[in-house]
């Protein structure tokens, strides 16, 4: 029975993976669908990282993470690259842990 | 953001995300799934938060089924990523099914955070596959070595997952309309993390945004 569900999971998910990328292309050349497609970034990019900073399952939970996106905040200020305003966020997360 | 950049900064990402898997294949077989699988899961469903949810639902004495439904409902999110990332990645035939196991939260972040669309196609192939790859292996790792090895947040590396998801937002803050299309997204998810199944926010939040961004154009034009 739990092969069956995963398989089940399998073949959904990633037709839904797939499904996305079929969008014929008379629909994605639409002006509209154009101006949704610049306005999915940002959109998309404020939510990933309210839920991946603040959400633990369903609660909403202040801890090392927000310190650690604070720490990110302070690095581009300081226009620091990518991957070390990515270290930062981790240190700053690992740290305030070990306290 | 040249090239060579983008793949440092791809794997940087594909590496920290990765590294997750060991917390999944120790739930997994903690949960009374065998190590194959826990690794059929990472292998065929790649998208972490459906493979969770359905742990989660095994583990709470759920049927497979429910936890099959559970974690469609949240894998819909990769249709809208799929849906952004069509006219950047501009896939056909075999390319295309296979790619299409790869559009997850974090492939989908670094490509559409890349101005550039051939920096934004390497993005999305570099972070897509290199989580693959270390997503599984750790959920070897995990399975079989269940909870002996420590926990990820001891290193930072949930919070090294939103740094760089700011990272990628940030130079896209430069004019108003974007602000507060950012602003909105983040604020609606956070406010329907209580209310909804986890996953949701992120489209729901991503949604009205768009919406809110739509309209912010209209008055523009007035």
Request: aromatic share 6%; hydrophobic share 60%.
């Amino acid at each position: 029975m739990i092969w069956t569900g995963i398989m089940v999971t399998a073949v959904g998910c990633y037709l839904l993976k797939l499904a996305g990328l079929s969008v014929p292309d008379h629909v994605l050349t639409r002006p509209l669908t154009q101006r949704v497609a610049a306005l999915i970034p940002p959109a998309l990019l404020g939510a990933l990282i309210a839920v991946q900073v603040l959400a633990d399952d369903q609660l909403l939970v202040v801890d090392a993470r927000l310190a650690g996106l604070g720490a990110a905040v302070v690095l581009l200020l300081l226009r620091a690259p990518f991957l070390v305003v990515v270290a930062g966020a981790a240190l700053t997360a690992a740290l305030l842990r070990l306290l | 953001m040249p090239g060579r950049s983008v793949r440092a900064d791809s794997l940087g990402v594909g590496v920290a995300t990765g590294a997750y898997g060991v917390s999944f294949g120790a739930l997994a077989t903690t949960s009374g799934l065998d190590v194959w699988q826990a690794c059929a899961l990472s292998l065929l469903v790649f998208t972490g938060a459906s493979q969770f949810a359905f742990v989660g639902v095994i583990a709470a004495g759920g049927a497979p089924l429910t936890g099959a439904a559970t974690a469609m409902l949240l894998g819909s999110r990769n249709l809208f990523y799929g849906i952004g990332l069509a006219p950047v990645l501009r896939l056909r035939g075999w390319r295309r099914a296979v790619q299409a196991q790869v559009v997850i939260d974090e492939s989908t972040a670094m490509a559409l955070g890349q101005p550039d669309p051939a920096d934004a196609r390497l993005a999305f192939r570099l972070t897509g596959w290199s989580v693959f790859v270390l997503w599984n292996l750790m959920t070897l790792v995990g399975a079989l070595a269940g909870t002996a090895i420590g926990d990820p947040r001891t290193f930072g590396l949930d919070a090294a997952v939103g740094g760089a998801f700011l990272a990628l937002l940030w130079p896209r803050l430069t004019a108003l309309p974007q602000r507060v299309v950012a602003v909105v997204g983040a604020a609606v998810a956070t406010g329907l993390v209580p209310l909804t199944a986890a996953g949701l926010p992120i489209i729901l939040g991503g949604t009205a945004a768009v919406l809110v961004g739509l309209f912010l154009r209209r008055e523009e034009r007035g």
